[in-house]
């Protein structure tokens, strides 16, 4: 029998959970008040409060020197990944939006960690398909558009280094994953989590933080 163990998050329980996490620094403040007071329709787009601490965390965790980013919006992802990368770390993000990254790149140069930045704007896919060749990415983090995760997927897993970790959100996408007639991003979504499943390449957990966030370890 399946049950969840898990409590209803309330804007009580969620306010508790962020407060018993690392806060969110001047910086990453001034990108979430930003996203939400110019770009209120489009704010859901940036990374959950308690994602960012996350990201820094497993950057640590592996001690990362070399992260791709599939999708950066405003740029905290972007922001919380590169303030834990060492000095001579580097940060590659990809996006199409000069006007989101635009916000993202001004409060990045005021965190002291644009150097650690390289912002492509073009096409993903493109961008990923010009990489080195080699196993040489220590994290790379998918946030972008949904049709298109297994192409990012295989761009990135054949470029990760043994032990490197590739992150996937929203792979629950607002639950609507449990749906077999799902269609749209939702459908896209559930047919992904099966690649992800089935692929010997890696070994990998769904699990329920913000809207679904799929950790995938390369394998030798």
Not at 27 to 35: D, F
Not at 139 to 166: C, H, M, Q
Request: glycine share 8%; hydrophobic share 40%; charged share 25%.
């Amino acid at each position: 029998m399946t049950e969840t163990k898990n409590p209803t998050l309330t804007p009580e329980l969620y306010a508790y959970v962020l407060s018993q996490n690392p806060p969110l620094d001047a910086a990453q403040q001034e990108l979430v008040e930003i996203t939400h007071s110019t770009y209120a329709g489009s704010a859901g787009l940036q990374t959950a409060q308690e994602q960012g601490p996350l990201l820094a965390f497993l950057v640590r965790l592996i001690g990362a020197r070399r992260i791709v980013e599939v999708g950066t919006f405003t740029g905290l992802s972007t922001l919380s990944m590169a303030q834990a990368l060492p000095e001579d770390g580097k940060l590659i993000t990809c996006d199409i939006s000069e006007e989101w990254t635009g916000v993202g790149r001004r409060v990045w140069a005021k965190a002291g960690v644009a150097d650690r930045i390289e912002l492509r704007i073009a096409p993903a896919i493109q961008t990923l398909r010009a990489l080195p060749e080699e196993r040489w990415i220590d994290l790379s983090f998918i946030d972008a558009d949904k049709a298109n995760y297994p192409l990012y997927w295989e761009e990135l897993v054949r470029r990760t280094r043994p032990g490197g970790l590739i992150v996937l959100d929203n792979t629950l996408f607002q639950g609507q994953v449990v749906d077999p007639d799902a269609t749209g991003s939702a459908g896209a979504i559930r047919d992904f989590n099966e690649v992800v499943r089935t692929d010997k390449r890696v070994e990998a957990v769904l699990l329920t933080v913000a809207d679904g966030l799929t950790l995938a370890r390369r394998l030798d």
